[in-house]
Protein backbone atom coordinates (compact mmCIF):
# COMPACT_ATOMS: atom_id res chain seq x y z
CA UNK A 1 0.00 0.00 0.00
CA UNK A 2 1.20 3.04 -1.15
CA UNK A 3 1.37 6.07 1.62
CA UNK A 4 -0.91 9.17 1.57
CA UNK A 5 1.86 11.77 1.17
CA UNK A 6 2.07 14.52 -1.72
CA UNK A 7 3.74 17.05 -2.27
CA UNK A 8 1.40 19.31 -3.93
CA UNK A 9 -1.79 19.02 -1.59
CA UNK A 10 -2.41 21.10 1.75
CA UNK A 11 -4.59 18.84 2.83
CA UNK A 12 -4.25 16.25 5.90
CA UNK A 13 -4.56 13.13 3.77
CA UNK A 14 -3.20 10.93 6.10
CA UNK A 15 -5.82 11.94 8.84
CA UNK A 16 -8.49 12.16 6.58
CA UNK A 17 -10.33 10.59 3.65
CA UNK A 18 -12.66 11.85 1.54
CA UNK A 19 -15.53 9.72 0.22
CA UNK A 20 -17.79 11.42 -2.11
CA UNK A 21 -18.21 15.18 -2.61
CA UNK A 22 -21.60 16.80 -3.77
CA UNK A 23 -21.37 20.11 -5.41
CA UNK A 24 -24.30 22.25 -5.95
CA UNK A 25 -23.77 25.65 -7.82
CA UNK A 26 -25.37 28.35 -10.15
CA UNK A 27 -23.18 29.90 -13.00
CA UNK A 28 -23.84 33.58 -12.91
CA UNK A 29 -22.17 34.87 -16.40
CA UNK A 30 -22.80 38.29 -15.13
CA UNK A 31 -20.50 38.20 -12.45
CA UNK A 32 -18.32 35.44 -13.66
CA UNK A 33 -18.47 33.48 -10.70
CA UNK A 34 -19.44 29.84 -9.65
CA UNK A 35 -21.96 30.01 -6.20
CA UNK A 36 -22.90 27.95 -4.07
CA UNK A 37 -21.78 24.95 -1.57
CA UNK A 38 -19.94 21.57 -1.57
CA UNK A 39 -20.95 18.76 0.88
CA UNK A 40 -17.78 16.63 1.64
CA UNK A 41 -18.46 12.86 3.24
CA UNK A 42 -15.25 12.08 4.66
CA UNK A 43 -13.80 9.52 7.24
CA UNK A 44 -11.03 9.66 9.61
CA UNK A 45 -8.22 7.39 9.26
CA UNK A 46 -5.78 9.38 12.15
CA UNK A 47 -7.10 11.10 15.23
CA UNK A 48 -7.05 14.78 14.18
CA UNK A 49 -9.03 17.80 15.34
CA UNK A 50 -9.29 19.26 12.06
CA UNK A 51 -9.97 19.30 8.34
CA UNK A 52 -8.06 20.41 6.19
CA UNK A 53 -8.25 21.20 2.48
CA UNK A 54 -7.24 22.61 -0.59
CA UNK A 55 -8.49 26.11 -2.14
CA UNK A 56 -6.89 28.81 -4.57
CA UNK A 57 -8.58 32.03 -5.38
CA UNK A 58 -12.06 31.00 -3.82
CA UNK A 59 -14.25 33.11 -1.55
CA UNK A 60 -15.39 30.94 1.11
CA UNK A 61 -18.22 32.18 2.84
CA UNK A 62 -19.34 29.52 5.67
CA UNK A 63 -18.86 26.08 6.61
CA UNK A 64 -20.28 23.59 8.30
CA UNK A 65 -19.56 19.77 9.86
CA UNK A 66 -22.92 17.25 10.09
CA UNK A 67 -24.97 20.55 9.97
CA UNK A 68 -23.32 22.62 12.56
CA UNK A 69 -21.51 25.47 12.16
CA UNK A 70 -17.44 25.17 12.54
CA UNK A 71 -14.59 27.48 13.03
CA UNK A 72 -12.93 28.33 9.69
CA UNK A 73 -9.10 29.42 9.46
CA UNK A 74 -7.36 30.06 5.77
CA UNK A 75 -3.67 30.05 5.79
CA UNK A 76 -2.19 30.80 2.08
CA UNK A 77 0.81 28.87 0.33
CA UNK A 78 3.07 30.36 -2.01
CA UNK A 79 2.80 28.26 -4.51
CA UNK A 80 -0.17 25.75 -3.81
CA UNK A 81 -3.50 28.19 -3.13
CA UNK A 82 -4.76 28.35 0.55
CA UNK A 83 -5.19 25.59 2.67
CA UNK A 84 -9.03 25.98 4.26
CA UNK A 85 -8.59 24.35 8.05
CA UNK A 86 -12.10 23.41 9.53
CA UNK A 87 -12.25 22.79 12.78
CA UNK A 88 -13.60 19.35 13.90
CA UNK A 89 -15.97 18.77 17.19
CA UNK A 90 -14.31 16.43 19.57
CA UNK A 91 -16.96 13.89 19.20
CA UNK A 92 -15.35 13.56 15.56
CA UNK A 93 -12.25 13.40 16.15
CA UNK A 94 -11.41 9.39 16.32
CA UNK A 95 -10.46 6.86 13.93
CA UNK A 96 -13.48 5.78 12.20
CA UNK A 97 -15.88 9.16 12.34
CA UNK A 98 -17.90 9.62 9.89
CA UNK A 99 -19.04 13.22 8.71
CA UNK A 100 -20.19 15.65 6.46
CA UNK A 101 -18.45 19.37 5.71
CA UNK A 102 -20.34 21.47 3.89
CA UNK A 103 -18.28 24.30 2.59
CA UNK A 104 -20.30 27.67 1.27
CA UNK A 105 -18.11 29.81 -1.26
CA UNK A 106 -18.06 31.20 -4.65
CA UNK A 107 -15.59 31.17 -7.46
CA UNK A 108 -13.86 34.85 -8.18
CA UNK A 109 -12.37 35.77 -11.67
CA UNK A 110 -8.51 33.92 -10.44
CA UNK A 111 -9.98 30.79 -9.71
CA UNK A 112 -7.69 29.32 -12.25
CA UNK A 113 -9.28 26.27 -13.43
CA UNK A 114 -12.19 28.15 -14.91
CA UNK A 115 -12.29 30.20 -18.28
CA UNK A 116 -15.06 32.37 -18.70
CA UNK A 117 -15.45 33.36 -22.00
CA UNK A 118 -17.09 36.43 -23.60
CA UNK A 119 -19.32 35.61 -26.24
CA UNK A 120 -16.80 37.40 -28.79
CA UNK A 121 -14.93 34.38 -27.81
CA UNK A 122 -17.00 31.87 -28.77
CA UNK A 123 -17.74 30.07 -32.53
CA UNK A 124 -21.16 31.51 -32.66
CA UNK A 125 -20.86 34.31 -30.70
CA UNK A 126 -23.83 34.56 -29.51
CA UNK A 127 -23.88 33.62 -26.07
CA UNK A 128 -20.92 33.47 -23.39
CA UNK A 129 -19.18 30.31 -22.27
CA UNK A 130 -17.42 28.58 -19.27
CA UNK A 131 -15.63 25.41 -19.17
CA UNK A 132 -12.88 24.15 -16.86
CA UNK A 133 -9.70 22.27 -16.63
CA UNK A 134 -8.41 21.15 -13.49
CA UNK A 135 -5.34 18.67 -13.87
CA UNK A 136 -2.96 18.91 -13.17
CA UNK A 137 -3.19 21.35 -9.26
CA UNK A 138 -6.58 23.68 -10.59
CA UNK A 139 -9.28 21.87 -8.94
CA UNK A 140 -8.84 23.82 -5.53
CA UNK A 141 -9.73 26.52 -7.57
CA UNK A 142 -13.15 24.89 -8.42
CA UNK A 143 -13.89 23.54 -5.34
CA UNK A 144 -12.48 22.95 -1.55
CA UNK A 145 -10.94 19.48 -2.21
CA UNK A 146 -8.20 17.49 -1.50
CA UNK A 147 -6.64 18.34 -4.81
CA UNK A 148 -4.32 15.16 -5.40
CA UNK A 149 -4.71 12.21 -8.20
CA UNK A 150 -4.80 9.57 -4.40
CA UNK A 151 -7.46 11.18 -3.44
CA UNK A 152 -10.51 9.12 -5.70
CA UNK A 153 -14.26 9.80 -4.58
CA UNK A 154 -17.43 9.71 -6.39
CA UNK A 155 -19.19 12.96 -7.08
CA UNK A 156 -22.74 14.49 -7.93
CA UNK A 157 -23.02 17.59 -9.67
CA UNK A 158 -26.89 19.52 -9.31
CA UNK A 159 -25.64 22.80 -11.82
CA UNK A 160 -27.81 25.44 -12.11
CA UNK A 161 -27.53 27.64 -15.61
CA UNK A 162 -29.23 30.58 -17.26
CA UNK A 163 -32.22 28.36 -19.55
CA UNK A 164 -30.08 29.20 -22.73
CA UNK A 165 -27.48 27.07 -21.54
CA UNK A 166 -26.71 23.68 -21.45
CA UNK A 167 -24.40 22.20 -19.11
CA UNK A 168 -22.36 19.31 -19.14
CA UNK A 169 -20.18 17.47 -16.48
CA UNK A 170 -17.44 14.25 -16.55
CA UNK A 171 -20.15 12.48 -15.18
CA UNK A 172 -23.14 10.63 -16.50
CA UNK A 173 -26.54 12.18 -16.38
CA UNK A 174 -28.30 11.01 -12.88
CA UNK A 175 -32.44 12.84 -14.19
CA UNK A 176 -33.78 15.15 -16.30
CA UNK A 177 -32.92 18.79 -16.84
CA UNK A 178 -35.30 21.10 -14.96
CA UNK A 179 -36.02 24.20 -16.34
CA UNK A 180 -38.12 27.50 -14.35
CA UNK A 181 -37.95 29.53 -17.58
CA UNK A 182 -35.31 31.54 -16.42
CA UNK A 183 -32.88 28.58 -14.98
CA UNK A 184 -32.25 24.92 -15.84
CA UNK A 185 -30.67 23.08 -13.53
CA UNK A 186 -29.13 19.79 -14.94
CA UNK A 187 -28.14 16.66 -12.05
CA UNK A 188 -25.07 14.69 -12.80
CA UNK A 189 -23.46 11.68 -10.95
CA UNK A 190 -20.00 9.79 -11.45
CA UNK A 191 -20.28 6.67 -9.46
CA UNK A 192 -16.79 5.49 -10.58
CA UNK A 193 -14.38 6.84 -7.39
CA UNK A 194 -12.42 9.66 -9.56
CA UNK A 195 -9.02 11.64 -8.63
CA UNK A 196 -10.25 16.22 -8.09
CA UNK A 197 -8.21 17.01 -11.68
CA UNK A 198 -11.41 15.13 -13.33
CA UNK A 199 -14.48 16.98 -11.99
CA UNK A 200 -15.16 19.14 -15.25
CA UNK A 201 -17.99 21.19 -16.15
CA UNK A 202 -18.75 23.13 -19.36
CA UNK A 203 -21.95 25.25 -19.75
CA UNK A 204 -22.76 26.72 -23.35
CA UNK A 205 -24.93 27.14 -25.82
CA UNK A 206 -24.62 23.72 -27.09
CA UNK A 207 -26.09 20.97 -29.55
CA UNK A 208 -25.05 17.51 -29.96
CA UNK A 209 -25.85 14.43 -32.34
CA UNK A 210 -25.31 10.58 -31.64
CA UNK A 211 -22.15 9.26 -33.37
CA UNK A 212 -22.22 5.63 -31.64
CA UNK A 213 -24.36 3.28 -29.17
CA UNK A 214 -22.60 5.17 -25.98
CA UNK A 215 -21.40 8.30 -28.07
CA UNK A 216 -22.48 12.01 -28.97
CA UNK A 217 -20.49 14.82 -29.86
CA UNK A 218 -20.86 18.10 -28.17
CA UNK A 219 -20.38 21.55 -29.99
CA UNK A 220 -21.79 25.20 -30.97
CA UNK A 221 -24.29 24.81 -33.44
CA UNK A 222 -22.60 25.84 -36.14
CA UNK A 223 -19.42 23.01 -35.61
CA UNK A 224 -21.51 19.92 -34.25
CA UNK A 225 -21.73 18.35 -38.05
CA UNK A 226 -18.51 18.95 -38.65
CA UNK A 227 -17.53 17.40 -35.05
CA UNK A 228 -19.64 14.44 -35.43
CA UNK A 229 -18.03 13.44 -38.67
CA UNK A 230 -14.42 13.93 -37.29
CA UNK A 231 -15.41 12.05 -34.53
CA UNK A 232 -17.02 9.20 -36.00
CA UNK A 233 -14.33 6.79 -35.68
CA UNK A 234 -15.47 6.77 -31.35
CA UNK A 235 -16.99 3.31 -31.18
CA UNK A 236 -14.27 1.65 -32.83
CA UNK A 237 -11.60 3.10 -30.76
CA UNK A 238 -13.80 2.18 -28.17
CA UNK A 239 -13.96 -1.69 -28.66
CA UNK A 240 -10.19 -1.70 -29.85
CA UNK A 241 -8.87 -0.55 -26.51
CA UNK A 242 -11.47 -3.08 -24.86
CA UNK A 243 -10.01 -5.86 -27.07
CA UNK A 244 -6.55 -4.77 -25.99
CA UNK A 245 -6.78 -4.26 -22.23
CA UNK A 246 -9.33 -7.04 -21.70
CA UNK A 247 -11.48 -4.85 -19.82
CA UNK A 248 -15.20 -3.36 -20.44
CA UNK A 249 -15.50 0.57 -20.50
CA UNK A 250 -16.49 1.04 -16.80
CA UNK A 251 -17.62 4.55 -17.19
CA UNK A 252 -21.18 4.11 -18.75
CA UNK A 253 -21.06 7.22 -21.64
CA UNK A 254 -18.26 8.68 -23.59
CA UNK A 255 -19.13 11.11 -25.23
CA UNK A 256 -17.11 14.23 -26.30
CA UNK A 257 -17.41 18.36 -26.44
CA UNK A 258 -15.50 20.32 -28.94
CA UNK A 259 -14.53 23.42 -27.18
CA UNK A 260 -14.15 27.00 -27.84
CA UNK A 261 -10.84 27.38 -29.67
CA UNK A 262 -8.46 28.82 -26.22
CA UNK A 263 -8.89 25.43 -25.17
CA UNK A 264 -5.44 25.01 -24.42
CA UNK A 265 -4.35 21.40 -24.93
CA UNK A 266 -5.33 18.61 -27.57
CA UNK A 267 -7.67 16.81 -25.38
CA UNK A 268 -8.49 16.74 -21.77
CA UNK A 269 -9.90 12.64 -20.56
CA UNK A 270 -12.68 14.54 -18.37
CA UNK A 271 -14.48 10.82 -17.55
CA UNK A 272 -17.72 10.21 -19.92
CA UNK A 273 -16.96 13.92 -21.93
CA UNK A 274 -13.49 14.21 -23.37
CA UNK A 275 -12.76 17.62 -23.53
CA UNK A 276 -11.47 18.70 -27.16
CA UNK A 277 -9.88 21.35 -28.89
CA UNK A 278 -11.37 22.32 -32.57
CA UNK A 279 -7.60 22.34 -34.19
CA UNK A 280 -8.77 18.52 -34.32
CA UNK A 281 -11.28 19.47 -37.14
CA UNK A 282 -8.77 18.83 -40.12
CA UNK A 283 -11.74 17.87 -42.53
CA UNK A 284 -10.51 14.36 -43.31
CA UNK A 285 -10.20 12.54 -39.31
CA UNK A 286 -6.76 12.87 -40.04
CA UNK A 287 -6.21 14.12 -36.26
CA UNK A 288 -9.14 11.91 -34.45
CA UNK A 289 -6.07 9.95 -32.78
CA UNK A 290 -6.05 12.46 -30.10
CA UNK A 291 -9.31 11.04 -29.77
CA UNK A 292 -8.33 7.57 -29.56
CA UNK A 293 -5.16 8.88 -26.58
CA UNK A 294 -8.23 9.99 -24.35
CA UNK A 295 -10.20 6.98 -25.20
CA UNK A 296 -7.01 5.01 -24.00
CA UNK A 297 -7.19 7.61 -21.18
CA UNK A 298 -10.21 5.48 -19.71
CA UNK A 299 -8.00 2.97 -18.64
CA UNK A 300 -4.86 4.39 -18.11
CA UNK A 301 -5.52 7.48 -16.24
CA UNK A 302 -8.29 7.20 -14.92
CA UNK A 303 -9.38 4.14 -13.84
CA UNK A 304 -5.64 3.52 -13.30
CA UNK A 305 -4.12 6.59 -11.72
CA UNK A 306 -0.76 8.10 -10.78
CA UNK A 307 -0.26 8.13 -7.15
CA UNK A 308 1.36 11.20 -7.21
CA UNK A 309 2.48 14.20 -10.27
CA UNK A 310 6.04 12.63 -10.39
CA UNK A 311 4.43 9.86 -11.53
CA UNK A 312 2.86 11.12 -14.32
CA UNK A 313 4.61 9.21 -16.73
CA UNK A 314 2.52 6.11 -15.61
CA UNK A 315 -1.12 8.28 -16.73
CA UNK A 316 0.72 9.23 -20.00
CA UNK A 317 3.58 6.94 -21.31
CA UNK A 318 0.77 3.93 -21.04
CA UNK A 319 -2.02 6.11 -22.40
CA UNK A 320 0.50 6.72 -25.64
CA UNK A 321 1.25 2.82 -25.57
CA UNK A 322 -2.78 2.26 -25.71
CA UNK A 323 -3.15 5.36 -28.15
CA UNK A 324 -0.63 3.49 -30.91
CA UNK A 325 -1.59 0.15 -30.47
CA UNK A 326 -5.70 1.09 -30.99
CA UNK A 327 -4.68 3.00 -34.04
CA UNK A 328 -2.36 0.18 -35.33
CA UNK A 329 -5.50 -2.22 -34.73
CA UNK A 330 -7.29 0.34 -37.15
CA UNK A 331 -4.59 1.09 -39.59
CA UNK A 332 -1.67 -1.25 -39.60
CA UNK A 333 0.78 -2.68 -37.11
CA UNK A 334 3.48 -0.92 -39.24
CA UNK A 335 1.54 2.89 -37.87
CA UNK A 336 3.12 1.60 -34.47
CA UNK A 337 6.38 2.71 -35.10
CA UNK A 338 5.81 5.31 -37.57
CA UNK A 339 3.63 6.86 -34.62
CA UNK A 340 6.44 6.47 -31.77
CA UNK A 341 8.73 7.90 -34.68
CA UNK A 342 6.77 11.23 -34.77
CA UNK A 343 6.53 11.10 -30.10
CA UNK A 344 10.63 10.63 -30.19
CA UNK A 345 10.86 13.62 -32.17
CA UNK A 346 8.24 15.59 -29.51
CA UNK A 347 10.65 13.98 -27.19
CA UNK A 348 13.83 15.39 -28.61
CA UNK A 349 12.31 19.13 -28.68
CA UNK A 350 11.40 18.64 -25.30
CA UNK A 351 14.65 17.85 -24.10
CA UNK A 352 16.14 20.30 -26.30
CA UNK A 353 13.92 22.93 -24.65
CA UNK A 354 14.60 21.81 -20.63
CA UNK A 355 18.52 21.13 -21.17
CA UNK A 356 19.57 17.53 -21.21
CA UNK A 357 20.42 17.79 -18.01
CA UNK A 358 17.16 19.46 -16.20
CA UNK A 359 15.46 18.21 -13.73
CA UNK A 360 12.37 17.71 -15.67
CA UNK A 361 13.65 15.79 -18.62
CA UNK A 362 13.72 12.75 -15.72
CA UNK A 363 11.14 9.92 -16.35
CA UNK A 364 10.52 10.23 -12.55
CA UNK A 365 11.33 13.80 -11.69
CA UNK A 366 11.30 15.09 -8.19
CA UNK A 367 9.08 18.73 -8.11
CA UNK A 368 9.30 19.81 -5.02
CA UNK A 369 7.85 23.17 -4.70
CA UNK A 370 6.94 23.20 -8.45
CA UNK A 371 3.71 23.56 -9.76
CA UNK A 372 3.20 20.78 -12.14
CA UNK A 373 2.20 22.95 -15.05
CA UNK A 374 6.12 24.43 -14.96
CA UNK A 375 6.70 20.59 -15.57
CA UNK A 376 4.39 19.79 -18.49
CA UNK A 377 6.20 18.60 -21.66
CA UNK A 378 6.08 15.35 -24.00
CA UNK A 379 8.65 14.14 -21.18
CA UNK A 380 6.41 11.50 -19.61
CA UNK A 381 4.49 10.78 -22.65
CA UNK A 382 7.06 9.63 -24.90
CA UNK A 383 9.69 8.64 -22.37
CA UNK A 384 7.28 6.94 -20.97
CA UNK A 385 6.30 5.54 -24.15
CA UNK A 386 9.91 4.56 -24.95
CA UNK A 387 10.28 2.62 -21.59
CA UNK A 388 7.31 0.48 -22.07
CA UNK A 389 8.39 -0.10 -25.91
CA UNK A 390 12.15 -1.38 -24.90
CA UNK A 391 10.26 -3.64 -22.11
CA UNK A 392 8.39 -4.77 -25.00
CA UNK A 393 11.18 -5.56 -27.18
CA UNK A 394 12.84 -7.03 -24.36
CA UNK A 395 9.73 -9.88 -23.26
CA UNK A 396 7.89 -9.85 -26.42
CA UNK A 397 5.32 -8.36 -28.26
CA UNK A 398 3.14 -10.82 -27.38
CA UNK A 399 3.77 -11.59 -23.74
CA UNK A 400 4.04 -7.70 -23.08
CA UNK A 401 0.20 -7.10 -24.51
CA UNK A 402 -0.69 -10.20 -22.11
CA UNK A 403 1.08 -8.46 -19.06
CA UNK A 404 -0.57 -5.33 -20.21
CA UNK A 405 -3.84 -6.87 -19.41
CA UNK A 406 -2.64 -8.01 -15.97
CA UNK A 407 -1.47 -4.97 -15.40
CA UNK A 408 -5.12 -3.04 -15.52
CA UNK A 409 -6.28 -6.06 -13.77
CA UNK A 410 -4.19 -5.28 -10.74
CA UNK A 411 -4.08 -1.73 -10.68
CA UNK A 412 -7.50 -0.82 -11.54
CA UNK A 413 -9.76 1.96 -9.31
CA UNK A 414 -5.97 2.35 -7.95
CA UNK A 415 -3.05 4.88 -8.18
CA UNK A 416 0.35 3.40 -8.99
CA UNK A 417 3.37 4.74 -8.61
CA UNK A 418 6.65 3.98 -10.51
CA UNK A 419 8.32 1.32 -7.94
CA UNK A 420 4.96 -0.48 -7.79
CA UNK A 421 4.93 -0.52 -11.75
CA UNK A 422 8.30 -2.03 -11.34
CA UNK A 423 8.00 -4.41 -9.18
CA UNK A 424 4.88 -5.74 -10.64
CA UNK A 425 6.43 -6.14 -13.93
CA UNK A 426 9.68 -7.88 -12.17
CA UNK A 427 7.53 -10.06 -10.30
CA UNK A 428 4.98 -11.24 -13.43
CA UNK A 429 8.12 -12.00 -15.93
CA UNK A 430 10.12 -13.52 -12.68
CA UNK A 431 10.28 -16.74 -13.94
CA UNK A 432 9.88 -16.89 -17.73
CA UNK A 433 12.08 -13.88 -18.66
CA UNK A 434 14.74 -13.75 -15.80
CA UNK A 435 17.47 -13.07 -18.02
CA UNK A 436 16.56 -10.70 -19.58
CA UNK A 437 15.08 -9.02 -16.11
CA UNK A 438 18.53 -9.09 -15.24
CA UNK A 439 19.71 -6.38 -17.96
CA UNK A 440 16.82 -3.65 -17.30
CA UNK A 441 18.80 -0.56 -15.51
CA UNK A 442 15.71 0.70 -14.41
CA UNK A 443 17.18 3.90 -12.56
CA UNK A 444 18.75 4.94 -15.30
CA UNK A 445 15.20 4.57 -17.05
CA UNK A 446 13.52 6.17 -13.82
CA UNK A 447 16.07 9.11 -12.87
CA UNK A 448 18.56 9.98 -15.34
CA UNK A 449 17.88 13.59 -17.62
CA UNK A 450 17.74 13.85 -21.62
CA UNK A 451 17.26 11.06 -24.16
CA UNK A 452 17.78 7.30 -23.59
CA UNK A 453 18.86 5.27 -26.15
CA UNK A 454 17.13 5.28 -29.64
CA UNK A 455 15.29 1.91 -30.17
CA UNK A 456 15.02 0.44 -33.88
CA UNK A 457 12.29 1.58 -35.18
CA UNK A 458 10.52 0.31 -37.73
CA UNK A 459 11.03 2.76 -41.28
CA UNK A 460 9.04 1.37 -43.61
CA UNK A 461 6.49 4.12 -43.60
CA UNK A 462 8.82 6.94 -42.37
CA UNK A 463 11.51 6.01 -44.84
CA UNK A 464 9.79 8.22 -48.12
CA UNK A 465 9.78 11.08 -45.63
CA UNK A 466 12.82 10.80 -44.74
CA UNK A 467 14.21 10.55 -48.27
CA UNK A 468 12.26 13.80 -49.18
CA UNK A 469 13.59 15.89 -46.25
CA UNK A 470 17.34 15.05 -47.76
CA UNK A 471 16.23 16.12 -51.12
CA UNK A 472 15.01 19.67 -49.97
CA UNK A 473 17.74 20.16 -47.45
CA UNK A 474 19.91 19.21 -50.13
CA UNK A 475 17.94 20.82 -52.60
CA UNK A 476 18.74 17.88 -55.17
CA UNK A 477 16.32 17.21 -57.92
CA UNK A 478 13.04 18.81 -59.02
CA UNK A 479 10.00 19.00 -56.75
CA UNK A 480 6.54 18.57 -57.40
CA UNK A 481 3.30 18.37 -55.68
CA UNK A 482 2.65 14.91 -57.01
CA UNK A 483 5.76 14.21 -54.41
CA UNK A 484 3.31 13.46 -51.54
CA UNK A 485 0.47 11.93 -53.50
CA UNK A 486 -1.64 9.87 -52.09
CA UNK A 487 0.32 10.45 -47.98
CA UNK A 488 -1.11 10.71 -44.89
CA UNK A 489 -0.66 13.90 -42.94
CA UNK A 490 1.59 12.05 -40.70
CA UNK A 491 3.71 11.61 -43.03
CA UNK A 492 3.43 15.27 -44.82
CA UNK A 493 4.65 16.02 -40.67
CA UNK A 494 7.53 13.41 -40.39
CA UNK A 495 8.89 15.28 -43.84
CA UNK A 496 8.35 19.07 -41.97
CA UNK A 497 10.04 17.54 -38.84
CA UNK A 498 12.97 15.43 -40.45
CA UNK A 499 13.74 18.90 -42.84
CA UNK A 500 13.44 21.08 -39.23
CA UNK A 501 15.99 18.73 -37.60
CA UNK A 502 18.49 18.35 -40.63
CA UNK A 503 18.86 22.21 -40.65
CA UNK A 504 19.06 22.96 -37.21
CA UNK A 505 22.51 20.14 -37.14
CA UNK A 506 23.49 21.83 -39.55
CA UNK A 507 23.02 25.33 -38.45
CA UNK A 508 21.34 26.42 -42.05
CA UNK A 509 17.65 26.85 -42.88
CA UNK A 510 15.86 26.59 -46.15
CA UNK A 511 16.31 29.28 -48.26
CA UNK A 512 13.29 31.77 -48.52
CA UNK A 513 12.53 31.36 -51.93
CA UNK A 514 12.32 27.22 -51.19
CA UNK A 515 10.58 27.74 -48.21
CA UNK A 516 7.85 29.77 -50.60
CA UNK A 517 8.16 26.71 -53.27
CA UNK A 518 7.59 23.84 -50.82
CA UNK A 519 4.75 25.95 -49.37
CA UNK A 520 2.92 26.41 -52.79
CA UNK A 521 3.56 22.78 -54.06
CA UNK A 522 2.41 20.67 -50.78
CA UNK A 523 -0.24 23.49 -49.96
CA UNK A 524 1.02 24.63 -46.53
CA UNK A 525 0.31 27.47 -45.90
CA UNK A 526 -3.55 26.96 -46.60
CA UNK A 527 -3.77 23.45 -45.49
CA UNK A 528 -6.38 23.08 -42.40
CA UNK A 529 -4.56 20.33 -40.40
CA UNK A 530 -3.18 22.05 -37.62
CA UNK A 531 -0.48 19.76 -37.22
CA UNK A 532 1.25 20.74 -40.44
CA UNK A 533 0.39 24.41 -40.08
CA UNK A 534 2.43 24.46 -37.25
CA UNK A 535 5.43 22.53 -38.53
CA UNK A 536 5.90 24.91 -42.00
CA UNK A 537 5.29 28.09 -39.49
CA UNK A 538 8.38 26.54 -36.91
CA UNK A 539 10.67 25.83 -40.36
CA UNK A 540 9.75 29.05 -41.53
CA UNK A 541 10.64 31.16 -38.69
CA UNK A 542 13.39 29.56 -37.97
CA UNK A 543 14.63 30.42 -41.46
CA UNK A 544 13.79 33.71 -40.32
CA UNK A 545 11.56 33.92 -43.66
CA UNK A 546 9.69 37.22 -42.35
CA UNK A 547 6.98 36.66 -44.94
CA UNK A 548 5.36 33.80 -42.60
CA UNK A 549 4.24 36.71 -40.44
CA UNK A 550 0.59 37.62 -41.21
CA UNK A 551 0.36 33.81 -41.31
CA UNK A 552 1.48 32.92 -37.87
CA UNK A 553 -0.37 35.47 -36.38
CA UNK A 554 -3.76 34.18 -37.58
CA UNK A 555 -2.68 31.07 -36.30
CA UNK A 556 -1.84 32.28 -32.75
CA UNK A 557 -4.98 34.33 -32.73
CA UNK A 558 -7.38 32.21 -34.05
CA UNK A 559 -6.53 29.00 -31.09
CA UNK A 560 -4.82 28.95 -28.30
CA UNK A 561 -3.69 25.17 -27.99
CA UNK A 562 -0.17 25.62 -26.33
CA UNK A 563 1.37 22.41 -28.11
CA UNK A 564 1.15 25.35 -31.19
CA UNK A 565 1.16 28.50 -29.53
CA UNK A 566 3.88 28.09 -27.18
CA UNK A 567 6.58 26.86 -29.27
CA UNK A 568 5.81 29.82 -31.93
CA UNK A 569 5.65 32.50 -29.58
CA UNK A 570 9.28 30.97 -28.53
CA UNK A 571 10.76 30.84 -32.04
CA UNK A 572 9.17 34.16 -32.94
CA UNK A 573 10.86 35.28 -29.57
CA UNK A 574 14.05 34.03 -30.63
CA UNK A 575 14.28 35.01 -34.10
CA UNK A 576 15.11 38.34 -35.48
CA UNK A 577 12.23 39.35 -37.06
CA UNK A 578 9.72 38.43 -35.01
CA UNK A 579 11.37 39.43 -31.18
CA UNK A 580 9.21 42.53 -30.86
CA UNK A 581 6.10 40.96 -32.96
CA UNK A 582 5.90 38.18 -30.95
CA UNK A 583 5.28 40.71 -27.55
CA UNK A 584 3.01 42.78 -29.61
CA UNK A 585 0.61 39.81 -30.78
CA UNK A 586 0.59 38.64 -27.38
CA UNK A 587 0.00 42.12 -25.42
CA UNK A 588 -2.93 42.22 -28.45
CA UNK A 589 -4.30 38.49 -27.81
CA UNK A 590 -3.28 37.95 -24.04
CA UNK A 591 -6.91 37.96 -22.70
CA UNK A 592 -8.10 35.57 -25.32
CA UNK A 593 -5.88 33.09 -24.04
CA UNK A 594 -6.27 30.43 -21.00
CA UNK A 595 -5.48 31.42 -17.84
CA UNK A 596 -2.53 28.44 -17.99
CA UNK A 597 -1.66 29.30 -21.25
CA UNK A 598 -1.37 32.72 -20.75
CA UNK A 599 1.08 32.21 -17.53
CA UNK A 600 2.63 29.97 -19.59
CA UNK A 601 3.55 32.22 -22.84
CA UNK A 602 4.53 34.96 -20.26
CA UNK A 603 7.10 33.06 -18.93
CA UNK A 604 7.99 31.76 -22.91
CA UNK A 605 8.50 35.60 -23.46
CA UNK A 606 11.07 36.44 -21.30
CA UNK A 607 8.70 38.31 -19.00
C1 LIG B 1 6.22 15.58 -14.96
C2 LIG B 1 4.96 16.34 -15.12
C3 LIG B 1 4.07 16.12 -13.99
C4 LIG B 1 2.86 16.54 -13.91
C5 LIG B 1 2.18 17.37 -14.90
C6 LIG B 1 0.74 17.09 -14.93
C7 LIG B 1 -0.12 17.89 -15.51
C8 LIG B 1 0.33 19.15 -16.10
C9 LIG B 1 -0.70 20.08 -16.55
O1 LIG B 1 -0.08 21.18 -17.12
C10 LIG B 1 -1.84 19.54 -17.32
C11 LIG B 1 -1.77 18.85 -18.43
C12 LIG B 1 -2.94 18.44 -19.16
C13 LIG B 1 -2.86 17.77 -20.30
C14 LIG B 1 -4.01 17.41 -21.07
C15 LIG B 1 -3.94 16.85 -22.26
C16 LIG B 1 -2.68 16.50 -22.98
O2 LIG B 1 -2.69 15.17 -23.36
C17 LIG B 1 -2.48 17.38 -24.18
C18 LIG B 1 -1.18 17.17 -24.86
C19 LIG B 1 -0.78 18.32 -25.70
C20 LIG B 1 -1.72 18.59 -26.84
O3 LIG B 1 -1.99 17.69 -27.62
O4 LIG B 1 -2.20 19.72 -26.97
ZN1 LIG C 1 -2.95 12.12 -22.11
Known amino acids: MSQRVDKHTLANLSAIAVHSLDLHLTADFDRSALHGYVDIEAEVLEETNEVILDTRALYIKSATIDGVPTLKKQIDDEVFGTALHLALPEALQAVGSKFTARVYYETTPESSAIQWL ?52 SAVASAEPESDGEFTKFYYEQNVAVPSYLIAIVIGHIDSREVGPRSRVWSEPSQVDAVAYEFAQTEDFLRSAEEIMDQEYVWGRYDMVSLPPSFPFGGMENPCLTFATPTLLAGDRSLADVIAHEIAHSWTGNLITNHTWEHFWLNEGWTMWLQRKIMAKIHSDLHFDFDAIIGWTA ?26 DDSFSSVPYEKGFNLLYYLSKLVGDDEFETFAKAYVHEFKYKTVTSDQFRDFFVAYFSETKADELATIDWDTWFYATGMPARPNFDTTISSASAELADRWVKGEGTFESSDIEGWTSSQIIVTLEAILEKCTERNEYLSHEVLENMGTLYNLAETKNSEVRFRYQTLCVRAEYSAILPQVEEFLKEQGRMKFVRPLYRDLYKSEFGKEEARRIFGEWKEFYHPIARKMIYKDLGY
Open 118 to 169: PKEQTADKEYPYLFTQCQAIHARSLLPCQDCPMAKSVYKGTITVPSWAKCLM
Open 347 to 372: LQDSIDHFGADHEFTKLVPTLDGADP
